[in-house]
């Protein structure tokens, strides 16, 4: 029997951030009120503000330790997660994975309808056991040690063990996005006789990491000048928006680590950057992200100080690279779902019904033994924080008639 731990953060912790905040020093930075040269210090100094003399982490600790947290070691590696056992007749297991900049709990507004459906007027019979795993190196319960080569398949192997062997599943599913997605892309391609199926937010294929130039989110994808004026603003904006976050993770996450470790506003603004960039919030990230999640988000980064560990996933994909565990097709083998977004639409696809016929009819799909493929006008790539009836309702589509 799991004895539960809670979550706790220390007051010397908290006392040494706030000491920390009250001596940020700003930069210089003029005429970046519009974000056009990245995180204005003017709003930044404003949060910095708030977490060091509004923000209350421990009602959010509060908040969190509501559910039951556990704490175990599987090959050595110690893990943290979150658990809330399935109401209803028959409910099955459901590791659902994060991925950067989360944290386990940006799976919190999905927790309770895919654990008790009843709860929120939905059918019991969708019930789910639901474990939310923190992604070692992602916070707690603690700085991750003795695992240089973490990476995604290889996590995948632990949360494997973890299902089966520490909790005793026979047979589970899973669910994830950004990393969370490729770690349950993994188990579905490796693991597939103990699955149920996965439920994905994106469609990258595992070998998304691998070469000399894995960095390069444009992938050698040319502008020239005769691409339909929407298609080469497309291409430009989404490269503004990922390609520093891919190169400085595969090349120098160790260089930069060093300041964010040591500075909770540089540590801000990093997270907050991709927070404001990646989420569909109409200019405002405070629509999507209230301060206080903001700051609990941020405060569980700090906290662990697992900023280091968290961005080594990228380097290491590419330095490890993901090898396939057997030769057949589709190369995930489990029955995989996914749940798409407009605003992370590729270039030249504009609707939810485009989104969907460009996976179907593209290379990515001959990856997956895809059977429930969805898109939606509204979330960006916080998918379950950003719109979680969505996820909730795709999720349980892949998993009815599914169960034993």
Known sequence: MLEPTPIHVSDEVLDDLKARLARTRAPLDEGNDDWSYGVPASYLSELVDYWR?????????????????????????????????????????????????????????????????????GDPADAFDVIVPSLPGFGFPGPLTGF?????????????????????????????????????????????????????????????????????????????????????????EQDRRWASHLAVHMIDGATLAHGLSDSPAGLLAWLLERWTAWSDNGGDVESVF??????????????????????????????????????????????TGLTFVTYENPPGIHTADERVRAFENGPQAAWFNHVNVNAHDHGGHFIPWENPDAWVNDLRRTFRGRRP
């Open 290 to 335: 209230t301060r206080d999640d903001l700051l609990t988000h941020a405060t569980i980064y700090w906290a662990t100080n697992s900023i280091a560990t968290s961005m080594r996933y990228y380097a290491n994909a590419n330095r490890y690279p993901w090898t396939p565990s057997h030769d057949r097709t589709p190369v995930v083998q489990a029955p």
């Open 148 to 236: 240089p080569d973490v990476n995604f398949w290889k996590v995948a192997d632990l949360w494997h063990v973890l299902m089966t062997e520490t909790l005793g599943y026979e047979k589970y599913a899973a669910g994830g996005c950004d990393i969370g997605g490729i770690v349950s892309s993994q188990l579905g391609h490796k693991y597939a006789d103990a699955l149920y199926g996965i439920h994905i937010g994106s469609g990258l294929p595992l070998d998304f990491f691998t070469g000399p130039r894995a960095w390069d989110f444009a992938r050698n994808r040319p502008l020239t000048d005769d691409q339909p004026a929407d298609v080469r603003a497309r291409i430009v």
């Open 53 to 121: 003399t509004d923000f209350d982490w421990r009602k959010a600790e509060a908040a969190i330790n509501a559910y039951d947290h556990h704490q175990v070691t599987v090959r050595n590696i110690p893990l943290h997660f979150l658990r809330k056992p399935g109401r209803g007749p028959r409910p099955i297991p459901l590791i659902l994975t994060h991925g950067w900049p989360w944290t386990f709990w940006h799976w919190s507004k999905v927790i309770d309808p895919l654990a008790d459906p009843a709860a929120s007027g």
